[in-house]
């Protein structure tokens, strides 16, 4: 039998799907593990989707529909405040393809990416699939998951390449401020950095304000912004994202698309454009009921002993579980087997994760309620 490559068995094999795929073959446990929305697509996507599939489809052009891309560049004036042009745009199938071709054009063999940690899981393979190399800086608990600019600039040499930053973030719902974003810009100006921004969750925030540092006064040449209609639209079936940066690195990243993907799905775009007209109300029903559950939810996880900083966007929980456990891994399983209920161990998002949680609130209240519940009594036994 031939060898499977050395790149394939480098990779990890991801804990969260063998912890939550057991929890959605059993009825028994509550899954607080969800990364995507718990809603249904909005109904008049779903109708316009019965409308489209009838009329048949074929492949669009590799960078995506024309009139998706306009209106995304509608979109990011109004919401974003980044004024573009469709030709500073590529369409993907979801927002972690685009990432993917964004890490094969703008890394070398051995280059650096600065990201800081914990982080959302799927960075680090792509970067390493590529022959780049992930560099991490802290977050801590304390400075509220904040990113230190002293620390990030500490993690830049010869060899960096780009900064990766995600907000709101996976897994601990922060939120970067306009001032830590105006920092992070003059570190990448300085050492003529790109700034790769995830902003998958930028409609699902909290008493804060989203700021894309895209629209920063002279990022354009250095900020790369990358979105996706999965989490805001509930869309995630669809698998549509999009990508805003300068033309140079576009264009490399939509021939690398080509030969990835050859082109993002046709039916979903054209849905994906009507989702850009829907009114506001889809989306805030979601994000009203999203914030009803995350008020709950880190009250309760503080009052039973596990200490949460409030997370300002997306729909995840960050807990410190240190006083009952120095292994998350251990602990999360151990609670799914004794108490039935799923989450994910923080050392699943690097080193710096390992001693909490990840819960999300992308779950009915009453189960989250449950699940409190449940994991009280898991705690109370192991004092």
């Not at 509608?74 to 393809?97: A, F, H, Y």
């Not at 977050?139 to 780009?162: A, C, G, M, Q, Y």
Request: with cysteine; net charge positive; charged share 25%.
């Amino acid at each position: 039998m031939k060898h499977i490559s050395e790149r394939e068995l480098g990779l990890p094999d991801a804990v969260i799907g063998k912890l939550l795929g057991i929890a959605a073959e059993r009825k028994d446990i509550i899954s607080l593990g969800p990364g995507e929305p718990d809603f249904l697509t909005p109904k008049p996507l779903i109708e316009y989707t019965r409308k489209i599939v009838q009329l048949g489809t074929h492949y669009s052009p590799t960078e995506g529909r024309s009139e998706l891309r306009e209106a995304i560049c509608k979109k990011l004036k109004k919401d974003n405040k980044i004024r573009t042009d469709p030709k500073n745009i590529l369409v993907t199938c979801g927002s972690q393809e685009a990432l993917f071709c964004g890490f094969l054009s703008a890394l070398d063999v051995s280059e650096e990416v600065v990201i800081p940690n914990p982080t959302y899981l799927a960075y680090v393979p792509q970067i390493e699939l590529v022959n780049g190399v992930p560099r991490f800086f802290p977050l801590k608990e304390e400075d509220n998951w904040n990113i230190n600019p002293d620390l990030l600039i500490k993690s830049i040499n010869k060899k960096t390449s780009l900064i990766l930053i995600n907000t709101p973030s996976n897994p601990t719902g922060n939120v970067l401020s306009k001032k830590l974003l105006e920092e992070i810009a003059d570190i990448a100006v300085k050492y003529n950095l790109y700034v790769f921004a995830d902003e998958a969750y930028e409609k699902l925030i909290y008493d804060k304000k989203h700021i894309s540092i895209g629209s920063l006064n002279g990022m354009e040449d250095y900020v790369v912004t990358f979105h996706t209609f999965s989490k805001s639209y509930a869309m995630c079936g669809y698998r549509v994202g999009y990508v805003q940066g300068p033309k140079e690195l576009i264009n490399a990243m939509t021939k690398v698309s080509h030969y990835i993907t050859l082109a993002p799905p046709n039916i979903s775009q054209i849905v994906a454009k009507k989702a850009l007209e829907l009114p506001n109300i889809y989306i805030e029903k979601m994000r009203r009921e999203y914030d009803r559950r995350r008020k709950f939810i880190v009250k309760r996880l503080n009052e039973i002993g596990l200490k949460t900083v409030t997370p300002y966007g997306a729909f995840y929980t960050f807990s410190n579980i240190k006083p009952f456990s120095k292994n998350s891994y251990k602990f999360a399983k151990e609670l799914l087997n004794k108490s039935k209920v799923a989450v994910v161990p923080g050392k699943e998002f690097g080193i710096d994760g390992e001693g909490y949680i990840r819960c999300s609130y992308a779950t009915d209240l009453n189960k989250i309620k449950i699940a409190m519940d449940r994991i009280e009594k898991f705690l109370n036994k192991k004092l």
